[in-house]
T-cell receptor, first 112, second 115 residues
Framework: ELKVEQNPLFLSMQEGKNYTIYCNYS?????LYWYRQDPGKSLESLFV?????AVKQEGRLMASLDTKARLSTLHITAAVHDLSATYFC????????????FGEGTQLTVNP | DGGITQSPKYLFRKEGQNVTLSCEQN?????MYWYRQDPGQGLRLIYY???????QKGDIAEGYSVSREKKESFPLTVTSAQKNPTAFYLC??????????????FGQGTRLTVV
């Protein structure tokens, strides 16, 4: 059974600081996705990572995938308040067809 | 515009009632999903369908039912057997097993409250 674990689950940081969110998964997969959720809202797709070593960047966020370590990271550079949200990683597995397994989410709060 | 439409946005259910949540997509996606999210929690898969006229139970299917008679539509019925249905329900779709990229796209959600 595929398990996806994120850490930390809660992250409070100051504006201007850097930090990394980690997403570990338990079985082989080459498909990893990051989503953002604002309070009371739906999930918005941030990054699609489909191969080992994939790196994607958008603004102050950068995501990477290491399939050998079964690890993805979401790095935040010089955080701003607008990045406050909950971030989810999701993993796809060929044996599960199109089904994704989600991590528990990391609730990020950026303080002025 | 292509996307996923869920309705209603807010729904109130009396004890013992069945209610149906609508989910429609015009992305031509084969696969569709229903997730439940409780406050401060992650997403739990209720049911999913990889093709028309076929669906599978997810991790928390008890008390729910679905149908997939059309590619565009995947309604979820919350039955009276679901003892604690108050939650945020999210519908999603993806291209399906025929493609490698199974990125899921989400609707805006339905917030169900038992009164």
């Amino acid at each position: 059974e595929l398990k996806v674990e994120q850490n930390p689950l809660f992250l409070s940081m100051q504006e201007g600081k850097n930090y990394t969110i980690y997403c570990n998964y338990s079985t082989t997969s080459d498909r990893l996705y990051w989503y953002r959720q604002d309070p009371g809202k739906s999930l918005e797709s941030l990054f699609v990572l489909l191969s080992n070593g994939a790196v994607k960047q958008e603004g102050r966020l950068m995501a990477s995938l290491d399939t050998k370590a079964r690890l993805s990271t979401l790095h935040i550079t010089a955080a701003v308040h607008d990045l406050s949200a909950t971030y989810f990683c999701a993993v796809g597995q060929e044996t599960s067809g199109s089904r994704l397994t989600f991590g528990e989410g990391t609730q990020l709060t950026v303080n002025p | 515009d292509g996307g996923i439409t869920q309705s209603p946005k807010y729904l109130f259910r009396k004890e013992g009632q069945n209610v149906t949540l609508s989910c429609e997509q015009n992305l031509n996606h084969d696969a569709m999903y229903w997730y439940r999210q409780d406050p401060g929690q992650g997403l739990r898969l209720i049911y999913y369908s990889q093709i028309v006229n076929d669906f599978q139970k997810g991790d928390i299917a008890e008390g729910y039912s679905v149908s997939r008679e059309k590619k565009e539509s995947f309604p979820l019925t919350v039955t009276s057997a679901q003892k604690n249905p108050t939650a945020f329900y999210l519908c999603a779709s993806s291209a399906g097993t025929g493609t490698w990229n199974t990125e899921a796209f989400f609707g805006q959600g339905t917030r169900l409250t038992v009164v």
